[in-house]
């Protein structure tokens, strides 16, 4: 009799569809959907990212017990309906949400469509868990937290943009909401847009604008936003366009998540004609940028003050594609009363996913916590025999590279410290790949922070992003306070804190503009390899950090080997270290 309890947990048809499997309350996998298909964001049924889960546990679908999704199509169905009739929307508008609608519903039965498997030979169950409830869950159940606030913040699932709540054990309690149309993450969706950001998922790049600008518009953004009592905040309507009989189109299907503009007229009229797709970004904009920031966290804070005074409790736990907002995190500590925080790596749509698993194992099952995410490696990975495969059989595109294979990590260590010493630029693919939008030290590429010109060289050589935009530090755990004014660990690098004044001078290629860097922690417990190298580096030029961005080039981060070896040589990267394989363009 089979005793194993096994839940498969997806983001399907939403931005970042992805997939992970739960064994009896442990993570067994998690991967984003975007990283097989190649495609930013991908939006859709995660079949590669479910097959990868499954493969990884050793079972197949029919093995399943649940499949749990972070969507419930019943959830807030009578606001939904008095919304509707009270706005009207166009026939357009409501034809492509109940598609969406029906697609969720419906969504055992696709995934069985897209995996080549009989419907009747499924017998697992399906659960629908509210968008943001599997947010809260998403944090709250995978953290050390035993009791713990709660907050949930973005754009919008299941008719609701923010939830707060309260976590205790293996329960979440829902304490309020902020319903469609409200919402903080369309209000920096639409400013994002304004900005000439019109992608989906460039929020994070006005992030990193804001720091060149100062909040001289927070008066006009104090029109568009307005805070009110017991934590609560709503949109000045007239500005946006999202809510109207028309409504923004959203396109979830099989590709790149597309969203329609946001904002309306009304906010040309208040701060001056929109900024066009590449045109010159002026002051002005910077200055806009940093108000919508100075927003944004002025809101942010007065959600969480109030939830600190509901709560009374000083753990928390922060979820919801604005939980990504890094920035506004590493100022928790000096706007709020709460003394501990914990945001899952994957903390946007792709971590409902692990959201709605454990909602269902946790909360509905009612069955006792037992993991505790410490750590973001969850994805595929290589064994040295199948790195060897794979460079024997693309021998003839490498003939002209120089490959050496490490006998042990010490030495492997010691040669790529020597080659990032020497300046050179290293793609680094180790373990298992990570899980969330972040490079953690498996898919990444390093350079010596000590050098200024290397974030240029970078974005020339690789990278080819806006130069504005800074590049992160990882940094031995026990070495943070030395370089960092908040001493705190971070091994996700969702938050930014300042650097140290004399520190800022030592390590120019990861500081920000405004003093800032966004950091993350490596421990040799979750990362003793990378650790080894941060720690190598430190012995040999006495400076305990690296810069570390994702192994790319504008593309989701590389998955597979044969990705890797691609990138290294369409660009003009140096070294790539695949497993204890050292290949280099010039020899060393």
Known sequence: MRSDLYILGINAYHGDSSACLVKNGELIAAVEEERFRRIKHWAGIPSQAINFCLETGGISLKDLDYIAINRDPRANLFKKIVFALKRKPSLTFLKSRTKNLIKIKDIKLLICEALGVKPEDIRAKLCFVEHHRAHLASSFFVSPFKEAALISVDGFGDF???????????????????????????????ITQYLGFTNYGDEFKVMGLAALGKPTYLSDMEKIVRLEENGRFSLDLKFFQHYGSKGAQMSWENQKPQIGQLYSSKLIDLLGPARGYKEELTQKHKDIAASLQAMYEKAFFHLLNYLYERTGCPNLCVAGGCALNSVANGKLFDYTSFREVYIQPAAGDAGGAIGAAYYLYNQILGNPRKFIMTGSYWG?????????????????????????????????????????????????????????????????????????????????????????????????????????????????????????????????ATTHLDGTGRLQTVSPEENPLYWRLIKKFEEVTGVPVLLNTSFNENEPVVCKLEEAIDCFLRTKMDVLVLGSFIITKQKV
């Open 160 to 190: 609701v943009s923010t939830m707060l709540g309260k976590g205790d054990q293996n329960e979440i309690k829902v304490l309020s909401e902020v319903n469609y149309p409200h919402s903080l993450g369309a209000f920096y969706t639409a």
């Open 380 to 508: 595929n990975s290589y064994t040295d025999e199948e790195v060897s495969e794979v460079i024997e059989r693309d021998k003839a595109k490498l003939a002209t590279l120089h490959i050496q294979r490490a006998k042990d990590e010490e030495l492997l260590v010691q040669k790529t410290v020597e080659c990032l010493v020497s300046g050179n630029v290293v793609g680094w693919f180790q373990g298992r790949m990570e899980w969330g939008p972040r490079a953690l030290g498996n898919r990444s590429i390093l350079v010596d922070p000590r050098k200024a010109e290397m974030k240029d060289v970078l974005n020339a050589r690789i990278k080819r992003r806006e130069a504005f935009r800074p590049f992160a530090p990882s940094i031995l755990l026990e070495k943070t306070g030395e370089y960092f004014e908040k001493d705190y660990p971070d091994p996700f690098m969702l938050k930014v804190y300042p650097i140290k004044e004399d520190k800022r001078k030592i390590i120019p």
